[in-house]
């Protein structure tokens, strides 16, 4: 197949690309205005395998030759009361023992790694692990911090319309 | 008879300031322009990907992350000088229908001598994505998705028929390949290779090899801060039914997968292996494969270096030891290197961060520097600082969280092609003045590195192009420059009686002396002599211009050599050459009426020639490379042997022969007519020449007198050595000529924003006027861009009335009025009365209209 036969953007058309076309034509004026709110994006990413969670915020992964304690990039997890267990419960579900990348940002203070998770299973597909802990009400998105695309607060709108986790209680 | 000797005895503290001055740190081959702000934009831009057109070396396009959304993207119509969006938001794949599914990050880029410009990058739901244009990066069709699976650092490569993109997934390496046979012709991607020995192995790079062999390079592990190792895999059929075949390891590294240094201390840097191809098929070395990537000599150390290796088998045996880049006696940092190599001359540039300068060793500027291919193995220029700013590694950093982020990224973006070099790079040091976030964030930066400037003045002196200053006194004719890439320049050195020598600061030798009196150059398929009458009796009226053997008579406009090469009338009254790789020739004549000859000053610009009596020093030598790019060594302490080697070996290893002889001869004239005396310069005087009486010298403080007005400490102490020698004032003239010519000769190019153009579309053409002579970031915005107006010449005519230029020296002219069909636009430069610049006229730019609206 040529060049000039291959199709147009695929996303052309659906509701995808228009949700997509409306964010992008905002980032211009948001991207003067949310300057604080610089949201993260960048590759370099690691592989192995989770095999340890030491709280829903922290997990360590192997990659063979070597350990990381991989700090979640992005979540605030309850550090106390019952939903602590939950998250951490959740987590576990989700990595432990899976093989996961994770897409690495930077070092911070304690000497964690902090970056996204993302699990790859046959049976599961790709999750970013603390995407489905914001978007199942069981961590906050840390203020100041968003996705590229600000999939984190449009995970944690739908958490906090249907009530979810920490949303469910009161305040 | 009156000797010049009891002249120089009474004038020894003149003549020791020459030697102190002359003695002076030379300035680096490699130069850049000023850097220019791609982005411009809010937010951070960073990890730039750049690409050269190979069909039109006017055409750039880069890619940058953008912290917002989509990718940074912007190209180029005028080889860098302007840059232009292919959509207004400065970005694609940003989820608009027509650029590119929705984007993460790591772009790169690759672009083939079909003319196509192949994109990759992250995509924003876990794949690789490929687009593909065919437009110089206006617009942009889908290629290629891969995934969703957890993917990480695309790599593209094109050329030779084929192209591949290599990235890692669940931890290994994969390939694809498609085979390609014109400008938007890409067959089917063949199924995705898994790559043998490379789990665990990422971060590296991709080339293609005239064979179509593809090798790609992974550093393994991918996590820890090391040792680690760089692996390579060769797929040695390229597109045929063979895997790539078991992974060899090029090299060990103390730089790991996440290696933190200082200047990158929460980012961390990995080897950043980078690999490029001699694809020059003259090339002494053509197929040899380079390998690029970071070492930390003691491991921790947050000293890191910048090695190179290569191969002369595709990748199955790699040399030993490497060779070291950079060239800073510092313990500090250099990380980021990126290579590339010039397909039309096999030269190598290789660009990365420095922080040499940095006394807390977390602050960089980008360096660069260029090596030929023409020894056993490539000798680098010293190091030239490119990036006119300081960089910090908080660009990227939300601010309310603390955090540095991903600071410059994990790396940065180097093309080069016909003489020019273009790194792309994250910059916070706003020394541009036009970063919206001043100094917070990255902004996606370039600039245009290239070498010289160099000369050939006078009796003659030479400034090679890495900035060495020493008298070359040989009768005869030589290579002062050349380049793999087609491009050469021959002078011709006759001799001159005199009474009397001085001896020359840089060689401490007082040889007799002679004069250039006629210039031969190769210009693309062309052949250029400027020279005396070829009957042997000059003519005062002038010297004769020949191309091809042809004598020729220049318009003002000059005479077209295609493929970018041009000879013009020169503002200094002789000529000017441009040739196909950039680099610029002007030849300044003066009329020596007494002696009845005509002599050449020799000045050349941004060119990337590095090899020729001009040519560079190779490391460690006192005197430029021999042709076969051996070095000479350091100076000889003892006067006679610098004699042998400079007027020996040198000299004789860049003589002219005739079969390499470019000039043209009178019947019964070759080039070893020339050779004569064939003891010339003889190493003390007498300095007789047969039926040539000699000239009378003067006092050095009368010659000083003569030579006062020239500002250029060089040139001026030339002078007083040429007018205190010869008693000829006339060469203070020409000097003077030439200072005008090298620090206001420009060069104006015309851009057009978009091609072609359909009847009544709008298309604005910019006329661009530069300096020649690179400068200083700071003394370039002290002394100003060029002032005055441009004529635009459409199709040999004048358009409407002369364009004033702006404050960054452009000029503009936008319609809508063209008639279909292919038209040439031109541009005549007309500095402001009283300015320091000379006129120029720019090659024509050619546009298409086509029929319908």
């Known amino acids: ?91 576990t579900r989700l990595a432990l023992g899976k093989n996961a990348q994770m897409r690495f940002e930077g070092r911070n203070k304690a000497g964690e790694m902090v970056g996204r998770l993302l699990t790859e299973e046959p049976e599961q597909g790709i999750k970013d692990v603390g995407l489905e802990l914001i978007k199942a009400g069981l961590a906050r998105r840390q203020k100041n911090y968003d996705y590229k695309y600000r999939e984190l607060s449009a995970a944690e709108a739908e958490a906090r319309k249907a009530k979810r986790g920490v949303w469910a209680q009161p305040k | 008879m009156r000797t010049l000797t009891c002249n120089i005895a009474s004038l020894r503290p003149a003549v020791a300031a020459v030697v102190l001055f002359a003695g002076a740190a030379s300035h680096a081959q490699v130069s850049g322009l000023t850097d220019m702000n791609m982005s411009k934009m809010a937010n951070y831009q960073n990890e730039c990907a750049i690409a050269k057109n190979p069909t039109n070396k006017l055409q750039l396009f880069s890619l940058c992350n953008n912290a917002t959304g989509g990718l940074f993207a912007a190209r180029s119509t005028d080889g860098g000088g302007t840059w232009v969006y292919p959509d207004p938001s400065k970005t694609i794949a940003n989820g608009t229908a027509g650029l590119g599914p929705l984007a ?110 593809v090798v790609q390079v992974c550093e393994n592990p991918t996590g820890g801060q090391g040792p680690a190792n760089l692996l390579v895999n060769t797929d040695a059929d390229g597109l045929g039914p063979g895997n790539f075949g078991a992974a060899v390891t090029a090299t060990s590294t103390n730089v790991g997968g996440f290696d933190f240094i200082t200047p990158q201390n929460t980012r961390s840097v990995d080897a950043e292996a980078g690999l490029a191809f001699d694809i020059n098929p003259t090339s002494p070395h053509f197929g040899r494969l380079y390998l690029v990537y970071t070492e930390e000599p003691v491991d921790e150390s947050n000293d890191t270096d910048i090695m190179l290796r290569f191969s ?57 520097t260029i090596a030929t291919p023409t020894g056993a193995s490539p000798t680098f220029m010293a190091n030239a600082q490119i990036g006119d700013g300081v960089s910090t590694g908080a660009g990227s950093s939300p601010p309310a969280a603390g955090q540095l982020d991903i600071q410059f990224g994990d790396y940065a973006g180097l093309a080069y092609f016909q003489g020019l070099a273009h790194p792309a790079w994250a910059d916070n040091s706003n020394s541009t003045g036009d970063n919206p976030n001043t100094t917070t964030r990255y902004d996606a930066y370039t600039d ?33 420059l050349r380049d ?87 503002a200094s009254a002789g000529i000017q050459i441009d040739f196909p790789d950039e680099t610029t020739l002007i030849v300044t004549p003066g009329w020596w009426a007494s002696q009845r000859r005509w002599y050449l000053n020799v000045d050349v610009f941004h060119t990337p020639a590095l090899e020729g009596v001009m040519g560079a020093r190779a490391r460690g030598s006192w005197l ?34 005739d079969k390499t002889s470019l000039f043209d001869y009178a019947p019964g004239t070759t080039t070893s007519t020339f050779n004569f005396p064939a003891d010339w310069p003889r190493e003390n005087p007498p300095c007789d020449v047969p039926q040539q009486p000699p000239v009378k010298p003067i006092p050095l403080e009368a010659a000083q007198k003569i030579c006062g007005r020239i500002a250029s400490k060089f040139r001026k102490a030339d002078c007083v050595f040429d007018v205190a020698v010869t008693g000829h004032a006339g060469f203070a003239k020409t000097y003077l000529v030439s200072q005008r010519v090298q620090t206001g000769s420009t060069t104006v190019t015309v ?29 370039a915005i002290k002394r100003g861009a060029p002032t005055g107006t441009v004529q ?55 546009h298409v209209v086509r029929e319908g609206k």
């Open chain 1, 1 to 91: 197949m040529t060049a000039a036969q291959l199709p147009l953007c695929a996303l052309t058309g659906s509701a995808t690309a228009r949700r997509a076309a409306r964010l992008a034509a905002g980032f211009a004026g948001l991207a003067i205005g949310l300057v604080a709110a610089a949201p993260s994006r960048a590759g370099d990413a690691l592989y192995g395998k989770v095999i340890e969670v030491k709280s829903a915020e922290v997990v360590v992964l192997d990659y063979g030759q070597g350990r990381y304690d991989v700090r979640i990039a992005g979540i605030d997890a309850p550090a106390k009361g019952a939903m602590t267990g939950r998250s951490k419960e959740f987590v």
């Open chain 2, 104 to 213: 993460c990050c790591d772009p790169t880029l690759a672009w083939d001598t079909f003319g196509n410009l192949f994109i990759g990058y992250l995509g924003n739901a876990n794949t690789v994505e490929l687009i593909l244009s065919t437009d110089g990066g206006q617009t942009f069709t889908n290629l290629l998705t891969i995934g969703p699976a957890t993917v990480d650092q695309p790599t593209v490569a094109a050329g030779f028929g084929a192209v591949w993109v290599v990235w890692n997934q669940s931890g290994q390496m994969r390939a694809r390949g498609a085979a390609v046979t014109g400008l938007g012709t890409v067959g089917a991607f063949g199924a995705m290779q898994t790559i043998p020995g490379t789990t665990s192995c990422s971060f590296g790079d991709v080339a293609i090899a005239p064979s179509g062999a």
């Open chain 2, 312 to 368: 002369d088998d595709t990748g199955a045996t790699w040399s030993n030891p490497p060779i070291r880049v950079n060239d800073d006696a510092t313990n500090r940092a250099q990380f980021l290197p990126r290579i590339a190599t010039n397909p039309l001359s096999g030269n190598i540039a290789v660009c990365w961060h420095d922080a040499r300068n940095s006394a807390g060793n977390n602050t960089m500027q980008v360096f660069c």
């Open chain 2, 448 to 480: 245009r590195v290239t070498g010289g400037p160099a000369a050939n003045e006078g009796d003659p002196h030479i400034t090679t192009v890495d900035g060495i200053h020493y008298d070359f006194q040989s009768a005869g004719e030589f290579v002062v």
């Open chain 2, 484 to 570: 793999a890439d087609g491009l050469q320049i021959q002078t011709r050195q006759s001799p001159v009686a005199t009474a009397g020598v001085l001896a020359n600061a840089y060689t401490g030798l007082s040889t007799c002396v002679s004069l250039n009196t006629a210039v031969a150059a190769k210009v693309g398929a062309h052949r250029v002599t400027f020279q005396p009458n070829s009957s042997g009796v000059p003519d005062p009226s002038g010297l004769q211009l020949r191309v091809d053997g042809n004598l020729t008579t220049l318009s003002a406009a000059g005479l077209n050599l295609g493929a970018g090469g041009r000879v013009a009338p020169s």
């Open chain 2, 624 to 657: 430029p490379a021999l042709p076969d790019g051996t070095s000479l060594g350091p100076k000889p302490g003892a006067a006679h042997q610098r004699y042998l080697d400079l007027y020996e070996k040198f000299a004789g290893a860049w003589r002219v022969t």
């Open chain 2, 751 to 779: 851009s057009d924003d978009k091609d072609p153009t359909r009847v009544e579309q709008a298309v604005t053409f910019t006329a661009l006027v530069a300096r020649n002579l690179p400068l200083p970031r700071r003394e």
């Open chain 2, 792 to 846: 635009f010449v459409l199709d040999g005519e004048k358009v409407k009335k002369p364009v004033p230029l702006d404050r960054k020296g452009m000029a503009r002219w936008r319609t809508s009025e063209l008639k279909p069909g292919k038209h040439e636009v031109g541009a005549i430069y007309q500095p402001a009365k009283g300015s320091e610049f000379l006129s120029s006229i720019s090659s024509a730019q050619s």
